[in-house]
């Protein structure tokens, strides 16, 4: 039987990376893939982390499943981290679902929306992050795009998008990046948030928000207002939230799935198809990463020290976000400010396909074909040397 199959095209990031791997140029950098990388080149695991971990170590006493929701400790931290407090009030009107990764929490959301709404469409942002086609489109919902990044302005183009979004219907599901977009940078104002809660209100439709980035691109607060803004004018909202990049628990897949309800019977109905969903996707959730960020967030001091390296990290970014932009438009003749007007860990350069496809054959420079670059990955060693790349094909 297994015969009758043919290869697949490698995934376009992370075949990428790999080509990038066994490429042997000894000066060959890597701006593809999403991981944050400090100033060696190194992804690191945060201090609060390493505690956790110690410490979990030490009193791990089993290994038996943890209920098929996850770790209670776990989701109340992350229902308040997401929501904030005054949102969560006693918390009985929000389900959480533990999930394998931010992507596990998509998949869990997909899984309930398209049970609650099966010929919902879902609106998705042009350009979106390209795994969510797979991880939603899976249950069978189908897809419609709005316009979202305006490559003349290196921004969003508000007017286009409000004007596709028009077109959804109630029962339609639109989906938004909470914070730090991915792959433009460009995220709404508040004004903006607010001025799609009004067209939710008025045509029906729900929200669904990625949160893989929450704490990397302004800080927790300000990334948290824009889905606290529509939970609160909405009463109902569904987030798909990643313990990846904020934590560092990538390889950990640790996610929860978030569905922000008017009262405890919506959710206890909702927990109910969720578990279900859960238990035909992949039965029970991944313990050690959750049981780390329950204790991390939990603990005032392990959060103390979390949160200051995660504000660490993201002035970094930001700073590395202004050097180069600043590099760039000194050493070309065009304005390349939108960087540092960007937030979290991706940029379009604003190449052709042509452009970032040389780069890589001559330079060793690997950045997406969109141009799509991990701003995260620069450093003080590199950065020089992709100014300088990107000068050359200008
Ligand atoms: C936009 C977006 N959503 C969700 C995720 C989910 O990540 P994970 O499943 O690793 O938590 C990512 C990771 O790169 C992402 O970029």
């Known amino acids: 039987m297994l015969s009758t199959l043919s290869v697949l095209p490698p995934d376009p990031i992370l075949g990428l990376a790999a080509t990038c791997r066994a490429d042997t140029n000894p000066d060959k950098i890597d701006l593809t893939v999403g991981i944050y990388m400090d100033e060696n080149g190194i992804c690191p695991v945060f201090e609060a982390v390493q505690m ?8 791990e006493v089993t290994k038996a499943y943890l209920p098929a929701a996850g770790d209670q400790m776990f989701l109340d931290q992350m229902k308040g981290l ?24 998509i998949r869990i959301a997909s899984e309930v929306l398209a049970e609650a709404s099966p010929d919902a469409t879902v609106w998705v942002s042009n350009p979106t992050w390209p795994v969510h086609i797979p991880l939603l489109g899976s249950v069978g919902l ?20 409000v004007d596709d979004l028009k077109g959804a219907r109630a029962g339609d599901i639109v989906l938004l990046h909470g914070c730090c977009h991915n792959p433009s940078g ?5 004004d903006q948030w607010s001025a799609i809660a009004d067209l939710a209100e008025s045509q029906g439709f729900t929200v669904l928000i990625d949160l893989a980035y929450l704490g990397m691109g302004k800080d927790l607060e300000v990334d948290a ?13 569904i987030v798909a939230a990643s313990c990846s990049k904020n934590l560092g628990l990538y390889r950990e897949r640790t996610g929860t799935a978030l569905f922000f309800g008017r009262n405890s019977q919506t959710a206890a ?10 238990r035909r996707v992949y039965s029970m959730p991944p313990a050690h990463g959750a049981l780390l ?13 979390w949160e200051a390296e995660l504000a660490g990290i993201c002035a970094r970014m930001n700073l590395l976000r202004n050097t180069f932009s600043e590099r760039l438009t000194a050493r070309t003749d065009r304005d390349f400010a939108f960087i540092s007007r960007e937030n979290g860990m991706f940029s379009f350069l604003g190449l052709s396909v042509e452009q970032a496809q040389s780069l ?35």
Do not use: W
């Open 360 to 394: 890589r054959a001559s330079r060793g420079l690997y950045m997406l074909d969109s141009s799509r670059i991990n701003v995260a990955a620069l450093n003080d060693h590199n950065m020089d040397l992709v100014v300088e790349a990107v000068a050359s094909v200008l």
């Open 82 to 105: 997401v929501f904030g407090d005054e949102l969560v009030g006693d918390g009985q009107h929000i389900t959480a679902i533990q999930t394998p990764g931010g992507c596990g929490a």
């Open 269 to 278: 109905a909702t927990q109910s198809h969720g578990l279900g969903a859960a």
């Open 142 to 161: 189908k897809f419609a795009t709005y316009r979202y990044y305006d490559p003349a302005s290196h921004g969003v183009d508000f007017e286009v998008m």
């Open 52 to 59: 956790a971990q110690r410490a979990l170590i030490a009193e």
């Open 293 to 305: 960020a329950g204790r991390v967030l939990s603990d005032p001091e392990l959060r103390a020290s």
């Open 186 to 190: 460009a995220d709404l104002t508040l």
């Open 225 to 237: 207002a824009g889905l606290r803004l529509m939970a609160s004018r909405l009463g109902e909202v």
